[in-house]
């Protein structure tokens, strides 16, 4: 025996795909939040990492950027660091 669908109308149609656009704005909104999230001070792990790296930089005497750049360098990570000094500018030299 077939029962009977009531057929719905363009207005409740409508409004139903409404919501389903709603919804998967929605959910494109927080992909594009969780991808922009930058790393903080308070990211698991950043403590630790930024206590190794003070740490190497004391034990070897020099500074944290000289760290950086070496990890960036051996993990071929693809970093490109440049000076922002102008050679032969008066203020730097």
């Keep these: 025996m077939a029962t009977l669908r009531a057929k719905k109308s363009k207005e409740e149609l409508l409004k139903e795909a409404e919501a389903k656009v709603k919804t998967i704005r929605q959910q494109i909104k927080a992909e594009k939040a969780k991808q ?4 903080t001070k ?4 950043m403590a630790a990492a930024i206590a190794a790296v003070e740490s190497v930089a004391n034990a070897n ?3 944290i950027a000289d760290v950086i750049k070496a990890i960036a360098k ?14 032969g500018h008066y203020f730097y030299d």
């Excluded at 922009?36 to 790393?39: G, I, P, R, W």
């Excluded at 308070?42 to 792990?45: D, T």
């Design 61 to 63: 005497k020099v500074k």
């Design 36 to 39: 922009n999230s930058a790393l």
């Design 42 to 45: 308070e990211s698991e792990g």
């Design 74 to 87: 051996i993990k071929r990570a693809g970093l490109k660091i440049e000076s922002t000094r102008e050679s």
